[in-house]
């Protein structure tokens, strides 16, 4: 791995790391009633801003496989480093939910699951399919083709706040198969990620090829 290549994975990790982090303890705070879905929300919209405008520079701050699958098929991205981001994010996402675990035991660690979890796990696939469409198609638009200019970060970062107002209680609204995963694993209950998984990535995937081939700008 060349040091560009590093560096990037890295800003990659720790970026998914404050991520899953910040996004974690929120989902702990929102366990009180009066809470609700918005802490979680505004925590996790507020950081991927931050982190955008943080790391952008540095690894694209994708911090998000679905993202970087998004823009894999969309001739964004090759695919080493694709790869090399995808390991990172989802090492940054178990470690944070390690941290997260060793500093409030005995409470949950900030799994992303809501009312359709248990009950109807591929409905609620299917939930984060639509959701993380939006995600990545704000992606393509407002960074990738930077039609947002200088304003990308606050784009991305509203639509990740708007689809976890909407998709929070349904789903946990996760958007992000790191999230997911890294919270699960510690937590012991892995029965929900692979409808997740499979969801979460279609929705990146559909979206990188619907803004590539079909919605892409003119030049």
């Known amino acids: 791995m060349n040091n560009a290549l590093l560096k990037s994975s890295l800003a990659e990790l720790i970026g998914t790391f404050v991520l899953t982090f910040v996004g974690g303890f929120a989902v702990t705070v929102a366990g009180q009633p009066e809470n609700g879905v918005v802490v979680p929300a505004l925590a996790h919209g507020l950081i991927l801003c931050t ?6 520079h540095i690894s694209g701050a994708h911090v998000n496989p679905a993202v970087t699958a998004g823009l894999l098929v969309g ?57 993380t469409f939006f995600l990545v198609s704000a992606v393509y638009q407002a960074a990738a083709y930077g039609k947002a200019g200088s304003m990308a970060g606050v784009a991305i970062g509203l639509t990740l706040t708007a689809s976890i107002l909407a998709g929070g ?45 079909i919605l892409k700008p003119e030049k």
Not at 51 to 56: F, W
Not at 79 to 104: E, S
Not at 182 to 208: C, Q, R
């Open 51 to 56: 982190l955008i405008y943080t790391y952008g």
């Open 75 to 131: 001739g964004q991205i090759k695919i080493d480093k694709a790869v090399a981001y995808w390991v990172a994010q989802f090492v940054g996402a178990i470690i944070a939910a390690v941290v997260l675990n060793a500093l409030v035991p005995g409470t949950n660690v900030g799994q992303t699951t809501g009312s359709l979890t248990a009950s109807a796990p591929w409905t609620a696939a299917a939930f984060e399919a639509i959701l």
């Open 169 to 213: 209680v349904y789903t946990g609204a996760s958007l992000n198969p790191a999230r997911t995963f890294g919270p699960a694993l510690i937590a012991g209950d892995l029965s929900y990620v692979l409808p997740y998984l499979v969801g979460i990535f279609a929705g990146g995937i559909i979206a990188g090829l619907v803004q590539t081939y």
